[in-house]
């Protein structure tokens, strides 16, 4: 049965829609840092493309909550994820979570922390 934009948005506010793939496990599958997405070999690519093996932590959001699918309960997931995201960054908000996420000194560890924190906020699993 498809559900109507209005049903999922339902069930984001009541806590029940759930990402099919949590941003944290993206990330934990490959990461990377100065690009949005890299293939093998480590070359830019679209964050959607198939060819991308490692994501940064906006683009692991973007593949989670589908967020081609403008206007919908995804993209409002995916706009409710990001804010958490720059609320849960060490040593408070940052303008911009990819500028700390590229410091040369940040960990995987690190990214995922943020990501753990942000998803358990969330309610998800």
Not at 39 to 67: F, I
Not at 105 to 119: F, M, S
Request: proline share 6%; aromatic share 8%.
């Amino acid at each position: 049965m498809e559900r109507t934009n209005e049903q999922l948005i339902a069930e984001l506010c009541a806590g029940t829609y759930r990402p099919t793939e949590l941003p944290s496990e993206i990330v934990a599958k490959g990461w990377c840092q100065g690009h949005v997405a890299e293939d093998e070999k480590g070359n830019p690519v679209d964050p959607q493309s198939r060819r991308a093996v490692r994501r940064c932590m906006r683009a692991a959001g973007m593949k989670a909550w589908r967020t081609d699918l403008v206007g919908s309960a995804e993209n409002q997931g995916f706009q409710e994820w990001e804010f958490i995201v720059h609320s849960v960054m060490p040593n408070g908000w940052h303008s911009s979570y990819q500028d700390w996420e590229d410091a040369p000194e940040r960990t995987k560890e690190e990214v995922l922390a943020v990501l753990r924190k942000t998803e358990t906020i969330m309610g998800l699993p």
